[in-house]
Nanobody, 123 residues
Framework: QVQLVESGGGSVQAGESLRLSCAYS????????WGWFRQAPGQEREFVAY???????FYADAVTGRFTISGDNARNTIYLQMNSLEPEDTAVYYC?????????????????WGQGTQVSVSA
């Protein structure tokens, strides 16, 4: 089993920044693909970013240039740096772990999920 715990969410104004953390434990693999997703009220959970074991990253169009995903294996933590936040970024943010090659932008391709952390951005 793999446990993921998100933290770092909060309420900010448009243009400000937050850094989310995802601490992982259990039977983790260094070869996982790590992902961040978000879900706004009344909306489906949508892809935000992923990080592969080879350090490749990919971002949703809505966050490209503003968000950065990274990992620190020594600290067992995945990060999502969010800059220039907009009200449209308001959502619960979830981290996830999945197959090194299969997991990507599709929610169902990830095996493990955290409980989420709330990000609220006011205009």
């Amino acid at each position: 089993q793999v446990q993921l715990v998100e933290s770092g969410g909060g309420s900010v104004q448009a243009g400000e920044s937050l850094r989310l953390s995802c601490a992982y434990s259990g039977r983790t693999s260094r070869n996982y693909t790590w992902g961040w997703f978000r879900q706004a009220p009344g909306q489906e959970r949508e892809f935000v970013a992923y990080l592969r074991a080879n350090a490749d990253t990919f971002y949703a169009d809505a966050v490209t240039g503003r968000f950065t995903i990274s990992g620190d294996n020594a600290r067992n933590t995945i990060y999502l740096q969010m800059n220039s936040l907009e009200p449209e970024d308001t959502a619960v943010y979830y981290c996830a772990a999945g197959s090194p090659t299969f997991a990507g932008i599709v929610r169902e391709s990830y095996m493990y999920w955290g409980q989420g952390t709330q990000v609220s951005v006011s205009a």
